[in-house]
């Protein structure tokens, strides 16, 4: 997944449309198409007696131009959207489920300062990473109340991730909280990734919801390089 080439793609919005049709794979063929036409042609000009595939070569270059095109057109009519500024805030580091009480309140103090930070900032919503903590289901209602009162004490949305143990299996979540510091969306990741896909469960329903009167929506990790997922 990190070594995607539809990540270069991220900073020119034209190509990056095709995305919403088709995912990372529609940006990743259109890039690598051209290259492909290309190395055909040197093969027919090697092999004698083979024709050039002159019309091949004219589709794949004219396919990124065309979508190219159309992404322009996708983003000149586009409805600006409401300013809503947004913080992130990560350490480098996390919780295991056996982790003592004394690693798991520096933690929370790292992530404590950091939300205090971005919200004198001016964040509006604050976006902590997936997989903050592997919490039992024992401590699954401690976690609910810090992340509550953390979005409570400084008026902000707050999306955090959170593995949680279940009968069933581990799941992948993100927990949504409102400025009042009430949970009002519990998303579970519905592309697991390859090492996850032996000991977690996935989801099946999108994340959809209101903050601050913008309609938004929460994915996690791999689950961004599927369009149907954007499409909900």
Known sequence: NWGSLAYSQSAFLPILQVSSLFGTAGVVFLLALPASA??????????PGRPIPWYHLAVAFLLPVLAAGWGHFRLARAHPS??????????DDAIGIE??????????????A?????????????????????????????????FGSLAARHQVWLIAGLTTETPQGFA?????????????????????APPERSTYIAGERA??????GIPAGVAICKDLHFARI???
């Open 114 to 146: 950091l939300t205090s930070q971005l919200a004198a900032a001016g964040a509006q919503v604050i976006l902590l990473p997936e997989k903050i903590a592997v919490s039992s289901q024992s401590r699954t209602p401690e976690w609910h109340q810090f």
């Open 38 to 47: 290309v190395s055909l042609a040197i093969h027919a000009l090697r092999s």
């Open 82 to 91: 409401p300013v809503l500024p947004i913080g992130l805030a990560a350490i």
């Open 172 to 192: 992948n979540q993100a927990w949504t909280y409102n400025p009042a510091g009430e949970r009002v969306n519990l998303y579970q990741k519905r592309a697991l």
């Open 99 to 112: 982790a003592k009480p004394n690693y798991i309140q520096n933690i929370r103090r790292h992530y404590e």
């Open 207 to 212: 994340a959809i919801f209101s903050v601050a």
């Open 230 to 232: 954007g499409q909900d």
